[in-house]
């Protein structure tokens, strides 16, 4: 089984800031873990992920995670927020395994607003 | 290139009535998921199909189906509608194979359904 949790349903950060989504997991065996983020009335785009090696992740958009195995948390990160980061953000653990399988849970996402 | 298109984008339903909703996956992918996404909250995962099989499925009841056709596209069949069925459904794709799959869901921008 599998769980995640995103603490906090709304984030805000003024433009420039250095900004965190956090997420906290729960995982059998070993962890594949990602993010995705949503905009206004779209589909989700994946930013993400952490499948094995570095625990420091860089995605898309400028965007890093943190993969910290022993509070088990994924928290995503960038260093100087920009008003068009403004979206729902998802932290998404993964059953399966590199097979194309992968089978995400997703937690309620956390709303990020950048304000200029 | 096209990426993963879903028809149609809007639709509404009654009670009882029956649905479907349809998927083409980006292209070189075989591999199609459905997630289930209610209003204010993060996507759940439906089923998985691949090689025309159901191949992984979510805590969902009998009333949501699918098929997968030779081409890879997809449909995801509702029976039976309730209030609660009214959501955003996303299809997304993938490619398996080992070297193939980066683990990356390719989402579509969903098929927003409403049950009156």
């Known amino acids: 089984a599998q769980s995640v949790a995103q603490p906090e349903d709304q984030v805000n950060v003024a433009e420039g800031n250095p900004l965190t989504v956090k997420c906290t997991y729960s995982?059998?065996?070993?962890?594949?873990l990602f993010w995705y983020v949503q905009y206004p009335n779209r589909g989700l785009q994946f930013l993400l992920k952490?499948?094995?090696?570095?625990?420091l992740v860089k995605g898309s958009y400028g965007f890093e995670a943190e993969f910290n195995k022993s509070q088990t948390s994924f928290h995503l990160k960038k260093p100087s927020a920009l008003v068009s980061d403004s979206a729902l953000y998802f932290c998404?653990?993964?059953?399966?395994?590199?097979?194309?399988?992968?089978?995400?849970?997703f937690g309620k996402g956390t709303k990020l607003s950048v304000i200029p | 290139d096209a990426g993963v298109t879903q028809s149609p984008t809007h639709l509404i339903k009654t009670r009882g009535q029956q649905v479907t909703l349809r998927c083409s996956p980006k292209?070189?992918?075989?591999?199609v998921s459905w997630y289930q996404q209610a209003l204010g909250q993060g996507p759940q995962f439906i089923f998985q199909?691949?090689?025309?099989?159901?191949?992984q499925r979510g805590n969902f009841p009998d009333r949501f189906s699918g098929h997968q056709f030779p081409n890879y596209s997809s449909e995801l069949n509702v029976n039976a509608l309730l209030l609660g069925d009214s959501a955003l459904y996303l299809c997304?794709?993938?490619?398996?194979?080992?070297?193939?799959?980066?683990?990356?869901?390719?989402f579509g921008e969903g098929s927003r359904l409403t049950v009156l």
């Open positions: 952490y499948i094995t090696g570095d625990n």
């Open positions: 292209s070189g992918h075989d591999t």
């Open positions: 997304a794709s993938s490619p398996t194979g080992w070297g193939k799959d980066t683990g990356e869901l390719f």
């Open positions: 998404a653990p993964a059953r399966g395994s590199g097979a194309g399988s992968y089978q995400l849970t």
């Open positions: 199909y691949y090689e025309e099989e159901e191949r």
């Open positions: 995982v059998s065996g070993n962890p594949y």
